[in-house]
């Protein structure tokens, strides 16, 4: 009999994950922001975020993301932060505290469960690289749906697909590979699930948004070394540490020294530069 996906037991590794990996994840917040800042900006653009907007941030992690969309909406603004991980958003709290915000909430919720926010309308929902990993991608997107005004706007940013994400895929790969493991099973999340331009806009318009558009954006990942980015993914990417967990302490050692080797082909001219291209989908309710 063929493996059906557990979302349930998904849901329950990935808030583990995340727990575990809150403190590298807010550590390399700097990184995110030079690497992520531009295509977030755009983001924010294409969700008509402003002055005064009320936002939510669906599958916030560490709030990077979410802090900056509390300085574009002022004081008289709110944004509210919202993640399975209870631990990974204490540093989102901590954060804004640090920056003096007063128009900031953190709230522990599943991305598919946004019904839990009845009575409360907010102009802009937005979700960094999360949605991509939500069982239900159908039901997260009709839930962010019912969560604006009407004449909201979403705004969503995922990984296009893996030829032009070799920073990612590749260690994802060689993982696959070494850990012997099948191709991703039906309904089954992921990074590169959403990758395609016309899969993401019919996502979107399945889910019943308007005037659908989705910007490809170029978003390379900058760093010294490629032995950078691994101690980056190794300590930050709880989807990689997933498919690594059926192989042993030293096969899982031995696949990390492949895949920092595989790295070395983006070091160019003495610095990393990992190709990864972002796409940034928007629409209305």
Known sequence: MSKVFDPTQYKKTTRIQWDDASEAWNRWGPLLNRWLGPATERMFDMADIGINSQVLDVAAGAGEQS??????????????????????????????????????ETKVLDGERLGELAGQEFDAVISRVGL??????????????DSLRDGGKISVMVYSTPDKNGFFSI?????????????????????FSLGKVEVLRKALEDAGFKNVDVEAINSPVRLDTALDCLQFEQESFGALHQMLSGLSATEQDDAWEEIEQALTEFEVYGKFCGPCEMLVASGTK
């Open 171 to 191: 260690p994802v790969s060689i993982i696959r590979r070494r850990a012997q493991l099948p191709d991703p099973l039906p309904g089954q999340p992921g990074p």
């Open 132 to 145: 991509i990993y939500f069982p239900d991608q159908q039901k997260a997107l009709k839930g962010m749906k």
């Open 67 to 104: 802090i900056s969309a509390a300085k574009r909406v002022g004081a008289n603004g709110r944004v509210l932060a919202t993640d399975l991980s209870p631990k990974i958003l204490e540093f989102a709290k901590e954060a804004a505290f640090q920056e003096g915000l007063t128009n900031f």
